[in-house]
């Protein structure tokens, strides 16, 4: 599966030139893509400026020594580059799997190009079966924990590594939502959006316009849209 990764991550790498301010995406397949950009900036000079999702990733590309800037400092985003948790047919998704989902599409929404990066078990017929990651504020998340439940959406707030209610980078709290498969993404992510108290939601419906696929025989398939 790594190899798979690391294909995908130098892959989209290639599509990054000389003065472009770069999103740097979150999770163990972006990390692949930010490894492999850290290497041109050290090795080839590379000429850009990052701008990441996560404090993980900031912390990943300033050990590298990409050149960061805050994303109110740029005056737009050239291309972002990221993973996803589930990629639909017509190229829908979700993400949130690492908690940067915030982060990562406010990042996604101010770049003119983006791309994912995934191995083949992500792309699936419909969507769901990885559990769906909404952000919430702290203030009242129990209610909307039980709106959730009434809802039939299995409900569970995500846990850090010690038991505790994991806190993200934007200091909100994760409730996770097993749904198994979602038949309208379009009409759950309305509601997800209207919902007060929530923050924002994993599904990145038709955002991303290519994603480049590690297939098993370590082929790389590009899907356009
Ligand atoms: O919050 C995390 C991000 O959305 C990741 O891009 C997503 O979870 C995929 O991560 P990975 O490449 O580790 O499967």
Redesign the pocket.
């Given at each position: 599966m790594n190899n798979l990764?690391k294909l995908v991550g130098i892959e989209a790498a290639k599509f990054v030139k000389d003065g472009m301010v770069v999103g740097l995406?979150?999770?163990?397949?972006?990390?692949f893509f930010v490894a492999e950009l850290g290497r041109r900036v050290a090795e080839e000079n590379l000429q850009i400026v990052g701008v990441t999702?996560?404090s993980v990733t900031q912390a990943q590309a300033r050990e590298l020594g990409i050149p960061l800037k805050d994303i109110d400092e740029v005056a737009a985003i050239d291309l972002t580059v990221?993973?996803?948790?589930e990629v639909d047919l017509d190229l829908n998704g979700i993400?949130?799997?690492?908690?940067?989902?915030l982060m990562?599409k406010i990042v996604a929404t101010y770049s003119k190009d983006y791309i994912?990066?995934?191995d083949d078990s992500?792309m699936v017929e419909h969507l769901g079966a990885f559990p769906l990651?909404v952000e919430v504020v702290k203030f009242g998340c129990e209610q909307l924990f039980r709106l959730f439940d009434k809802l039939g959406f299995n409900p569970s707030f995500r846990l850090n590594d010690a038991g505790e209610r994991l806190v993200t980078d934007m200091g909100n709290h994760i409730i996770d939502l097993y749904l198994e498969k979602i038949e309208e993404p379009a009409r759950l992510a309305k509601l997800l959006d209207e919902t007060v108290g929530v923050v924002e939601h994993?599904l990145f419906n038709d955002m991303v316009k290519t994603v480049i696929v590690g297939r098993s025989d370590n082929g790389v398939k590009i899907i356009t849209k």
């Open positions: 990764k995406g979150t999770g163990s397949t972006a990390a999702t996560s990221d993973g996803a948790d993400k949130g799997g690492g908690a940067a989902l990562e994912w990066i995934a992500k990651p994993g």
